[in-house]
């Protein structure tokens, strides 16, 4: 399984940025995020087969995930963007056959390369 995001860049405090990552066959997906010298994190998860999608607390409310299924690609749309969300941000994706949602890591199998964010104050 190959996870590919794509999107991140260079924007200024208080703009948006949208993340995409291409995940075919996943019922969940996740976007996770680590900055320089910090753990990875959770930022967001969603499952194709129902539920709300769960979030970080840091970014409720100014970050949204989505799917588009026909593309297969789910989304991270971020706005508000602050300069502590600057980090290198991941997609990553449960095992096929597994629908819950889940803030852990180590819980998601796939991981594709990480996309630059970067944010200036």
């Known amino acids: 399984v190959q996870l590919q995001a794509s999107g991140g860049g260079l924007v200024q405090a208080g703009t948006s940025l949208r993340l995409s990552c291409a995940a075919s066959?996943?019922?969940?997906t996740g976007w996770f995020r680590q900055a320089p010298g910090k753990e990875r994190e959770f930022v967001a998860a969603?499952?194709?087969?129902?539920?709300?999608?769960i979030y970080a607390d840091s970014v409720k409310g100014r970050f949204t995930i989505s799917r588009d299924s026909d593309k297969n690609t789910v989304y991270l749309q971020m706005n508000d963007l602050k300069p502590e969300d600057a980090a290198v941000y991941y997609c990553?994706?449960?095992?096929?056959?597994?629908?819950?949602?889940?803030?852990?890591?180590?819980?998601?199998?796939?991981w594709g390369r990480g996309t630059q964010v970067t944010v200036s104050s």
């Open positions: 990553a994706a449960r095992p096929s056959r597994v629908t819950v949602m889940t803030r852990e890591s180590r819980l998601y199998t796939f």
């Open positions: 969603m499952s194709q087969v129902g539920g709300s999608p």
């Open positions: 066959g996943r019922f969940v």
